[in-house]
């Protein structure tokens, strides 16, 4: 049971370049959510899903868009990567118990 | 909307010494609270949590915190601290809809323990 896992766990990107971060799970959660993390600001949800081919915009959305085709996977894509986006990235997945929120260990990302 | 403050952005204690930090949210309901901790390079680990009942919780790790609806406050309270509890303190409240979840978390409290 590997819990939340994200990859890759660092990653450099030029301005205007496009990537996707990896998230999958392997509890069958339903409940699945993009996280990032900047200095001063705590964790602020840029999309989730309640189940697959269901997602929703969370807190900050923009440059950021996701896609659910499987209960286990939950890919974040960022189609053209600004300096903004420099950012820590965590991935989460919840299930029928409420408080139980599983975070996987992040996705560092600079982009130049 | 929901929100948690965190007033303190950085604690230092001595090893051995007691904790408190703070949190106070701002949420129209009864709120669902959590304290995560994140070690350095690491992903958040669950500390915590209150829904309802008995206002002082336990978690792990020797931690506890304290529901206080009457100042809007879940402090996050350790009698003894150890070296290895340096880290970063997250606050938390969750907004739940149906299935579906949010946490608001508050911008953190870095621990730092001197020797």
């Known amino acids: 049971n590997a819990g939340v896992t994200q990859t890759p766990k660092f990653q450099v990107l030029k301005t205007g370049q496009s990537m996707t971060l990896q998230c999958a799970q392997d509890?069958?959660?339903?409940?699945m959510s993009w996280y990032r993390q900047d200095p001063g600001m705590g964790l602020r949800l840029i999309h989730y899903s309640v189940g697959a081919g269901i997602t929703d915009q969370g807190e900050v959305p923009n440059g950021y868009n996701v896609s659910r085709s499987t209960t286990e996977d939950f890919p974040l894509r960022l189609l053209s990567a600004a300096p903004s986006q420099t950012s820590v990235y965590f991935c989460?997945?919840?299930?029928?118990?409420?408080?139980?929120?599983?975070f996987g260990p992040g996705t560092r990302l600079t982009v130049t | 909307a929901q929100s948690v403050t965190q007033p303190d952005i950085h604690i230092t204690v001595s090893e051995g010494a007691s904790l408190e930090l703070r949190c106070n949210y701002s949420?129209?309901?009864?709120?669902?609270l959590f304290w995560y901790v994140q070690s350095p390079g690491q992903g958040l680990q669950l500390l915590l949590k209150?829904?309802?009942?008995?206002?002082l919780v336990q978690g792990i790790k020797g931690f506890e915190a304290e529901f206080k609806r009457s100042q809007s406050s879940f402090n996050l309270r350790k009698p003894s601290v150890h070296w290895s509890d340096a880290a970063e303190y997250f606050c938390a409240v969750g907004l739940y809809t149906g299935t579906a979840s949010k946490l608001t978390f508050g911008t953190g409290t870095r621990l730092q323990v001197t020797l």
């Open positions: 989460a997945s919840r299930g029928q118990k409420i408080y139980e929120q599983y």
């Open positions: 209150y829904f309802s009942g008995d206002t």
């Open positions: 949420y129209g309901a009864t709120p669902y």
């Open positions: 509890m069958n959660h339903e409940y």
